[in-house]
């Protein structure tokens, strides 16, 4: 990615906490912030004007690209998490290297449009249906690394270790793509991987139930040694914490600490079932907490307790996961909702406590601790989400935040810059022109294969 140095003018900027007018943003060659300078009156020559309320980029901390296929298939009629997995997996057997591209770059666009500068790709779909490894161990995601960079966003790859069907059962036929032969073998693959200027690579657990206990450890070393994130999904379905009871004596939460997979570097996604213990226990690692509030409705998996987890000392962030809508600000905005249904009452979160969430704390789970901030020294990615729109036209400059976070959606972003680049200019994305016909065609070819 060749870049310039660049001059932004944000009408209004989110800055410390608070809504700043007329903010100069200078960025350098390095893709790194340079000047931030508040209370400029007008844009200096040659700066380009970014009209509404400038926030850090946002982070999708929690995405499966290939989901986007199943968009509106899976709404149709009725079941529960179970049944969406069969359509899932199907989706999933008819993935090839070329697919998986096309779907991921389309859905990567998507979020550029929405005002995500960085996207979690928790990837676990590795060799040939069957779980025959490609020539190339890697190229599956080899293409969404392609796919992020063509898109222009930033991308933490993290790679999955899926061993088993359940505890103490071998990978069923679907999941034969998903799994490594064993734990040592997911880690010399992973290996491999390398990361560059706009992607760095982590590592996940799909799950105690995909993950044996005996294996637990080795992700989360092979993660520790190389500094990197480590996600994994918990709690996600009752089931889960029944049959690792039954299994183990212990929680899934319980069942990750004792192997040394939690802790300030790790991310729990959903933890929608959790007992009074996990949430201490979560809170007392600094283990934080990635909640998908839209898929997790969208499932009907539960709404977990987020405002309980927060206080109990765990970060939280957003992800879309199975991209039944791509819009971090509804996500934002869902987490304080389904805290209201579930304790009727308001106010379990600020504004500004969203706002991290969906951008600050999800870049720290991502690997990004330099991202997510307006202020020098940081990576010069940042959206404006417009002001004058049916949805949020009309309150005064001090309340634009929580017009952004309860009113606005992914179709009020104007602008995003990635790295000082600007992506997405005046709602349009300028190295994708036609991302409604690149989505098109890429559900059709996921689809379509055979």
Same mark, same amino acid.
């Given at each position: 990615?060749?870049?310039?140095?660049?001059?932004?003018?944000?009408?209004?900027?989110?800055?410390?906490?608070?809504?700043?007018?007329?903010?100069?943003?200078?960025?350098?060659?390095?893709?790194?912030?340079?000047?931030?300078?508040?209370?400029?009156?007008?844009?200096?020559?040659?700066?380009?004007?970014?009209?509404?309320?400038?926030?850090?980029?946002?982070?999708?901390?929690?995405?499966?690209?290939?989901?986007?296929?199943?968009?509106?298939?899976?709404?149709?009629?009725?079941?529960?998490?179970?049944?969406?997995?069969?359509?899932?997996?199907?989706?999933?057997?008819?993935?090839?290297?070329?697919?998986?591209?096309?779907?991921?770059?389309?859905?990567?666009?998507?979020?550029?449009?929405?005002?995500?500068t960085c996207v979690g790709e928790f990837h676990y779909v590795h060799h040939q249906p069957g779980g025959i490894p490609y020539g190339d161990p890697n190229v599956m995601a080899q293409a969404l690394t392609a796919a992020a960079a063509e898109a222009g966003i930033r991308l933490t790859l993290l790679d999955t270790c899926y061993l088993a069907a359940g505890f103490g059962r071998a990978p069923e036929r679907a999941q034969l793509r998903f799994a490594d032969a064993s734990a040592e073998d997911w880690a010399a693959r992973a290996a491999a991987l390398?990361?560059?200027?706009?992607?760095?690579?982590?590592?996940?657990?799909?799950?105690?139930?995909?993950?044996?206990?005996?294996?637990?450890?080795?992700?989360?070393?092979?993660?520790?040694?190389?500094?990197?994130?480590?996600?994994?999904?918990?709690?996600?379905?009752?089931?889960?914490?029944?049959?690792?009871?039954?299994?183990? %004596?212990?929680? !899934? $939460? *319980?069942? =990750?600490? @004792?192997? +040394?997979?939690?802790?300030?570097?790790?991310?729990?996604? /959903? #933890?929608?079932?959790?007992?009074?213990?996990?949430?201490?226990?979560?809170?007392?690692?600094?283990?934080?907490?990635?909640?998908?509030?839209?898929?997790?409705?969208?499932?009907?998996? %539960?709404?977990? !307790? $987020? *405002?309980? =987890?927060? @206080?109990? +000392?765990?970060?939280?962030?957003?992800?879309?996961?199975? /991209? #039944?809508?791509?819009?971090?600000?509804?996500?934002?905005?869902?987490?304080?909702?389904?805290?209201?249904?579930?304790?009727?009452?308001?106010?379990?979160?600020?504004?500004?406590?969203?706002?991290?969430?969906?951008?600050?704390?999800?870049? @720290?789970?991502?690997?990004?601790?330099?991202?997510?901030?307006?202020?020098?020294?940081?990576?010069?990615?940042?959206?404006?989400?417009?002001?004058?729109?049916?949805?949020?036209?009309?309150?005064?400059?001090?309340?634009?935040?929580?017009?952004?976070?309860?009113?606005?959606?992914?179709?009020?972003?104007?602008?995003?810059?990635?790295?000082?680049?600007?992506?997405?200019?005046?709602?349009?994305?300028?190295?994708?022109?036609?991302?409604?016909?690149?989505?098109?065609?890429?559900?059709?070819?996921?689809?379509?294969?055979?």
């Amino acid at each position: 990615m060749s870049l310039t140095a660049q001059t932004y003018w944000s009408e209004l900027a989110w800055l410390n906490g608070t809504p700043e007018p007329g903010v100069l943003l200078a960025t350098a060659p390095d893709g790194l912030i340079t000047r931030v300078v508040p209370g400029t009156p007008a844009p200096p020559a040659g700066a380009v004007t970014l009209r509404g309320l400038t926030l850090p980029g946002l982070a999708n901390a929690h995405s499966h690209a290939f989901h986007r296929a199943l968009r509106s298939t899976v709404q149709v009629g009725a079941g529960t998490f179970w049944t969406w997995r069969s359509t899932m997996y199907d989706a999933a057997g008819r993935l090839t290297p070329d697919t998986c591209y096309l779907i991921a770059r389309a859905a990567y666009a998507e979020m550029a449009l929405a005002g995500v500068t960085c996207v979690g790709e928790f990837h676990y779909v590795h060799h040939q249906p069957g779980g025959i490894p490609y020539g190339d161990p890697n190229v599956m995601a080899q293409a969404l690394t392609a796919a992020a960079a063509e898109a222009g966003i930033r991308l933490t790859l993290l790679d999955t270790c899926y061993l088993a069907a359940g505890f103490g059962r071998a990978p069923e036929r679907a999941q034969l793509r998903f799994a490594d032969a064993s734990a040592e073998d997911w880690a010399a693959r992973a290996a491999a991987l390398r990361g560059n200027a706009t992607t760095r690579v982590g590592a996940a657990i799909h799950s105690v139930r995909a993950v044996p206990a005996d294996a637990l450890a080795t992700v989360a070393a092979w993660a520790a040694e190389r500094e990197a994130p480590l996600h994994v999904h918990l709690s996600e379905q009752p089931s889960e914490n029944a049959d690792c009871l039954a299994a183990h %004596g212990l929680t !899934p $939460a *319980a069942l =990750l600490d @004792a192997h +040394g997979a939690l802790g300030p570097r790790t991310t729990a996604v /959903h #933890a929608t079932h959790l007992t009074d213990e996990d949430i201490a226990l979560l809170g007392r690692t600094g283990t934080a907490v990635c909640l998908c509030p839209t898929t997790e409705a969208d499932l009907g998996d %539960g709404i977990g !307790p $987020a *405002a309980r =987890l927060r @206080a109990a +000392g765990s970060p939280l962030c957003l992800g879309s996961d199975s /991209h #039944a809508v791509i819009d971090l600000l509804a996500e934002a905005r869902a987490l304080e909702l389904h805290q209201r249904l579930a304790g009727r009452s308001r106010g379990h979160f600020t504004a500004g406590q969203l706002l991290g969430a969906a951008s600050e704390y999800g870049h @720290a789970a991502l690997g990004w601790p330099e991202a997510g901030r307006l202020e020098p020294g940081a990576t010069a990615d940042f959206t404006t989400v417009a002001l004058d729109s049916v949805r949020t036209a009309g309150p005064p400059a001090r309340l634009a935040p929580e017009a952004a976070v309860f009113a606005a959606t992914a179709a009020d972003v104007r602008h995003t810059v990635v790295a000082g680049r600007h992506i997405v200019r005046d709602g349009h994305h300028q190295l994708l022109p036609d991302v409604p016909g690149e989505l098109a065609r890429a559900v059709r070819a996921v689809r379509e294969q055979r």
